[in-house]
């Protein structure tokens, strides 16, 4: 089955990369049309109807939002976004996929399976009103969001959802961060989540995860004790293993009353 596909990006030098990288995770996808914000987008998409529409999110004149509310149900879409995973993460449900920037090979080839899959099967597009309104309200200024209650973590070859509350800790792994966490049987577990732990750090609730060191957060019901030292250090004991964290000066602040 040929499948064809319209980007549409106001960057060239993002359009031209998302092709190239297009080219190598989907080798028979034909990109019949590039557009440089929505209004192309939409007149492009009338003129050849491509089956695949990759929308970036922020263009100028018509936006990504409404380029998709007019395409409507008549294509697949993608939305490529430079805002946090969280912002999109809710559409991740079939109806609408999305991209990171900087886009990721490992998480394109992902988004590539569940298109190729939908394509192959003849999925029913579904009404994305509910979602693009949502979606909107998300990215509006000001919006309060709730914080986050479950991880997608990489175990292995799979993907873990990890329920937030069973979380112990968090380190920086480079540009990602590895989280160590508690089954249901009270075994440890370690996975990565391929977000730094400041972004992480900014989606969890503060009265639970508090940072004690750029380089690891705890959550608080998981600490036994904590035990200062002379330079204004300290270490962080850990009810569950015999693990400790480091405390900088920087972060003991907010344990002052102990």
């Not at 809710?90 to 399976?113: I, M, N, S």
């Not at 577990?189 to 972004?199: G, N």
Request: some cysteine; charged content about 25%.
């Amino acid at each position: 089955m040929s499948v064809r596909a319209l980007i549409a990006d106001d960057e060239p030098l993002l359009r031209g990369g998302l092709a190239r990288m297009l080219a190598q995770a989907w080798p028979d996808l034909q990109i019949i049309a590039e557009a440089r914000n929505g209004r192309e987008a939409v007149a492009a998409f009338e003129q050849l109807r491509p089956e695949v529409c990759f929308l970036d999110v922020q263009m100028p004149g018509i936006n990504g939002i409404e380029a998709a509310r007019q395409i409507g149900q008549r294509a697949h879409l993608v939305f490529v976004t430079a805002f946090s995973e969280y912002a999109v993460q809710a559409f991740d449900r079939g109806a609408l996929d999305y991209l990171v920037k900087p886009v990721e090979l490992a998480r394109l080839q992902d988004t590539v399976a569940r298109l190729r899959d939908r394509l192959q099967h003849s999925t029913p597009i579904l009404d994305r009103t509910a979602l693009l309104d949502e979606l909107e309200a998300r990215l509006r200024p000001g919006y309060s969001r709730p914080y986050l209650r479950w991880l997608n973590a990489s175990l292995g070859g799979t993907v873990q959802v990890i329920d937030c509350q069973r979380i112990d800790y968090l380190r920086s792994d480079e540009k990602y961060t590895r989280v160590v966490w508690r089954r249901a049987d009270g075994g440890i577990e370690q996975s990565l989540v391929r977000m730094a732990l400041k972004e992480l750090l900014a989606q969890l609730d503060p009265d639970v995860f508090v940072q004690v060191h750029r380089s690891a957060a705890v959550n608080r019901h998981a600490i036994d004790r904590i035990e200062r030292h002379d330079n204004e250090t300290a270490t962080v004991h850990l009810r569950a293993s015999d693990e400790t964290l480091p405390m900088s000066r920087s972060f003991i602040g907010q344990f002052r009353q102990m």
